[in-house]
């Protein structure tokens, strides 16, 4: 097992719906550790920029829309297989095929708006944390 970090982000439907503290609550109940954590509201660039690579896809405009519509709570979190075991968490994208128990499966609304973002890869988290988060601010402490 290596110790891994993923980005992992409570999206503006979840903070919205006043729910992020029972996501928090679960990411905590599963031993992750939470690195940097912050409450953010982002621009069209922004979203355009972090979901670069949706952007051929059909739902591309209507997912960054989304993800300006109010705040949203990006965070790095650490752990033993963290990538996977935080997509384990969040469940499947469509949250009607998503798992009995999972985040996405409890409190998404629709596929669009799906309460949580988790990085995909070793490579999508690359590109992720440094995304939102200096080294500063992931330095140990
Ligand atoms: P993931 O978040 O489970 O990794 P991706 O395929 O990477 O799913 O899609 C990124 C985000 O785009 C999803 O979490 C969801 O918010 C949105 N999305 C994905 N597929 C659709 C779709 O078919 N219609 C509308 N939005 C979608
Ligand atoms: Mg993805």
Not at 36 to 44: D, E, F, G, K, V
Not at 91 to 115: L, Q
Request: with cysteine.
């Amino acid at each position: 097992m290596t110790i891994e970090r993923t980005l992992a982000i409570i999206k503006p439907d979840a903070v919205a719906k006043g729910v992020a503290g029972q996501i928090i609550t679960r990411i905590e109940h599963a031993g992750f550790k939470i690195l940097a954590a912050r409450l953010i509201h982002m621009s069209a660039d922004e979203a355009r920029g972090f979901y670069v690579v949706h952007r051929e896809r059909p739902f591309y405009g209507s997912l960054c829309t989304f993800m300006t519509q109010g705040p949203c709570l990006p965070m790095v979190l650490e752990g033993e297989n963290a990538i996977q075991r935080w997509r384990d968490l969040m469940g499947a994208t469509d949250f009607t095929k998503a798992a009995p128990g999972t985040i996405r499966r409890d409190f998404a609304s629709s596929i669009e708006a799906n309460a949580v973002h988790g990085s995909d890869s070793p490579e999508s988290a690359a590109f992720e944390i440094p995304y939102f988060f200096s080294s500063l601010e992931l330095c140990p402490r």
